[in-house]
């Protein structure tokens, strides 16, 4: 029998780049492995920086280094635009790939671009389609699509980067509005990224204009939380229609926030798994987390994060990201690890999940 060949869509252009890699890296180690070697051959496919796609001898070095690939200019790294007709050049015969697994974080890729791309290609791959990767990747959507799904979470208000840029009379009534209705310390976020890229936790005036003015050098739209001091828990969900909720886990760190640093930096971070929650904890968990996962109309896999307010007990959903972090040290595949799935066989299941996925839509 022949060998599944699977496109693995790894590196893009998006500040999690580098995470991208990582992640890329783990999978490709668990593609190899076990009897995943004998079911799959992997066709490694790099995304630069600079949008261009790369396959063969380039995108194993990228993989086998794990350091990034500059071919081109530096300045494009900017999420400036650079147009091309020859983004996918030679570099990718679709016909060669039975189903992808686009393993990019954030921006141009985690977002329903690709995945529109591949949906236009009528080729299966792991994940979410547009919908759930867009609305999962947008913060201020996505906590629409929550606040309409019943789901408690943080007060927060949006503003837009013409907002801060463009309008230097409107500005500091802007921030008055912010700190009357949010307070200090709150959350700037860019909407669209992850691993905490472009977020500042702000306690005073002159931090939150360095903080708007940072996030919208990443984003267009921004978000701004109220923050809470709570425990930070997260739940991973596996399936199509029926999803599965894993044990929940917890993240605790000594750093200020969980920055990008604290999250990539061995030792800077400690996981307990599972939480050491009540059972009702950890079930109204798993049930939030399924409820935000069928809510987006994602598919394949995501982790959920929460804040759990231990002196009120409440239950806040934070975030849902569809394509999470996939290192073999990261929560997702820890987190199915610990509910009995290893890393090899998670790999394997996404896969499947892939292929089994019907068309989302039909024509008659
Ligand atoms: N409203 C808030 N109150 C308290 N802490 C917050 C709040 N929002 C974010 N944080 C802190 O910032 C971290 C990153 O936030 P968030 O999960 O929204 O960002 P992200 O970039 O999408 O991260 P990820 O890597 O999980 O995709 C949280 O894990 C938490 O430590
Ligand atoms: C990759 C990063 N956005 C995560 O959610 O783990
Ligand atoms: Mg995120
Ligand atoms: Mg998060």
Redesign the pocket.
């Known amino acids: 029998m022949s060998k599944i060949r699977v496109g693995l869509l790894f590196g893009g252009r998006s500040g999690e780049h580098e995470v991208s890699i990582r992640s890329a890296q783990a999978i490709a180690t668990a593609l190899r492995s076990d009897q995943n070697a004998s079911k799959y051959e992997l066709l490694p496919v790099y995304i630069g920086k600079d949008g261009v796609w790369q396959k063969g001898e380039i995108a194993q070095q990228v993989l086998a280094s794990g350091e990034p690939l500059y071919l081109t200019d530096e300045k494009t790294t900017s999420t400036d635009l650079v147009p091309s007709p020859s983004l996918l050049p030679e570099a990718t015969n679709f016909e060669e790939i039975d189903v992808w697994f686009p393993i990019l974080h954030g921006p141009n890729g985690e977002d329903g671009t690709i995945q529109g791309l591949l949906t236009l290609m009528q080729v299966p791959f792991v994940g979410s389609g547009v919908l759930g990767s867009a609305i999962g990747m947008d ?1 201020i959507a996505m906590k629409m699509i929550f606040s309409q799904a019943g789901l408690s979470q ?1 007060k927060y208000k949006t503003v837009k980067r013409s907002q801060i840029w463009s309008n230097p009379c409107i500005f500091p009534k802007l921030c008055d509005e912010l700190e009357a209705e949010l307070g200090y310390p709150c ?1 700037v ?1 860019p909407a669209n ?5 472009g ?1 500042s ?1 702000v306690r005073s005036r002159a931090e939150l204009v360095t903080a708007l003015d940072n996030a919208a050098s990443y984003d267009r739209r921004i978000i701004i ?4 001091e ?1 425990r ?1 828990l997260e739940c991973a969900v596996l399936g199509n229609d029926q999803p599965q909720a894993s044990v929940v886990g917890e993240i605790t760190y000594q750093s200020d ?3 990008y640093e604290t ?1 990539y930096t061995e030792g800077k971070a400690a996981w307990f798994i599972p939480a050491q929650v009540s059972d009702n904890i950890a079930n109204k968990i798993k049930e939030m987390a399924v409820q935000a996962f069928l809510a987006l109309d994602a598919a394949g896999l995501a982790r959920v ?1 929460f ?1 759990y307010v231990e002196k009120t007990g409440e239950v806040l959903i ?2 849902i ?1 569809t394509l999470p ?1 996939f290192t073999a040290t990261s929560m997702y595949p820890q987190l199915w690890a610990s509910s009995g799935i290893s890393f090899s066989e998670l790999v394997n299941q996404l896969i499947q999940l892939a292929l089994e996925r019907q068309p989302e839509v039909s024509p008659k």
């Open positions: 913060k943080v959350f976020k990224l992850g691993s905490s890229v977020i936790k939380e109220a923050g809470v709570a930070e926030f969980y920055d999250k994060d804040f934070n975030e990201n972090g």
